[in-house]
């Protein structure tokens, strides 16, 4: 069997009947699993996980993205985190027996449908991308829905499917092949953006930090604190161990106590195994000697003898 991760984010982390009916549209498929959904309010944005056989997963994103573009309306959205539609991004990741080539055949696949069927703007990313400028979803995404109107007019944001304006509730969407990215955030005890924003900048690729990290600060009004907001991009080589000791070390310099840290979404055993293996100071340590890890191998390869 191929298996396929997709993990789309929608514009909506405040109303729970909203996210039900976008999941409520891939649990029609069967080969599709609903791994895991996160939502926040103040972000106002929310992450599904989800994975299956291609073919169902496309249909079942499709599916997603035409419930959101029903239901969220982007002029009248507001939140912390950026964004430039109702269904904002649209990843799918390789996970079993199916190659980085099949998902970008996938993502172009899922991205003319959109495109063609439901009138939004579609930017291939990543390693969908068709032009260097469009790798960086960040990139793709500055302007956000407010400033897109004009943007999507320049010839070198012209979108690689769909119309040439934007789409007046659900705005532009992007679709692409990637790696795993580990969605981690570390919350501090102070309500200065001013320091968020200072420990990001000294963490992100872009300004000099860590070259798979892409971080920002952000205030999380109800709690009274502010967040640093990551997307790690390869955890291998931008470890959650590093990264984490440095915001730590950051922020005593400014005197600021870390609070507490989240993964919104779900993250890979090895990302957890190295912070375990780091922080007890482990020797020889494997990850084959995580029991649950040793029995997902055993069955796959069981899965695999017999077909």
């Known amino acids: 069997m191929k298996i396929v991760e997709s993990v789309p984010n ?64 982007l002029t009248k959205h507001s939140g912390e985190h950026p964004r430039m539609g109702a269904t904002d991004v649209v990843p799918l990741v390789p996970i079993t027996n199916i190659t980085t080539e099949e998902c970008v055949e996938l993502s172009k696949k899922l991205g003319k449908r959109i495109g063609d069927e439901l009138g939004i703007p579609v ?18 995404r500055k302007g956000e829905f407010e400033n897109f109107s004009s943007k999507i007019k320049e010839p070198e944001w012209k979108p690689d499917f769909g ?21 981690f955030n570390v919350n501090l005890g102070t309500n200065s953006i001013d320091v968020a924003n200072k420990i990001a900048k000294a963490i992100r690729n872009v300004s000099g930090g860590f070259k798979f990290v892409k971080a920002l600060g952000f205030e999380l009004e109800k709690r009274g604190i502010v967040q640093v907001s990551m997307n790690m991009t390869n955890y291998r080589k931008s470890t959650i161990f590093r990264v984490f000791e440095v915001i730590k070390n950051e922020a005593d310099r400014f005197g600021v106590p870390i609070v507490g840290s989240e993964v919104v ?19 020889k340590f494997s990850q084959n000697q995580v029991i649950e890890y040793k029995l997902m191998q055993l069955i796959a390869g069981s899965d695999a003898s017999d077909s």
């Open 265 to 283: 979404g779900m993250i890979p055993l090895e990302a957890i195994t190295d912070v375990f293996d780091y922080y007890i100071k482990l020797e």
């Open 10 to 73: 929608f514009s909506d982390g405040r109303n729970k009947g909203v996210i039900d009916a976008i999941i409520g549209e891939a649990e029609k498929f069967k080969k599709v699993w609903i791994l895991d959904r996160s939502s926040d309010e103040d972000h106002n944005r929310s992450v599904i996980t989800l994975a299956g056989e291609p073919e169902d997963v496309i249909s079942a994103l499709f599916s997603m993205t035409r419930k959101a573009t029903e239901l969220i309306d």
């Open 123 to 140: 930017y291939l990313y990543e390693d969908s991308a068709t032009s260097s400028n469009r790798k960086n979803l960040s990139k793709v």
């Open 163 to 183: 119309p040439d304006d934007i789409h007046p509730t659900a705005g532009v969407i992007a679709v692409g092949c990637r790696e795993f990215l580990v969605a």
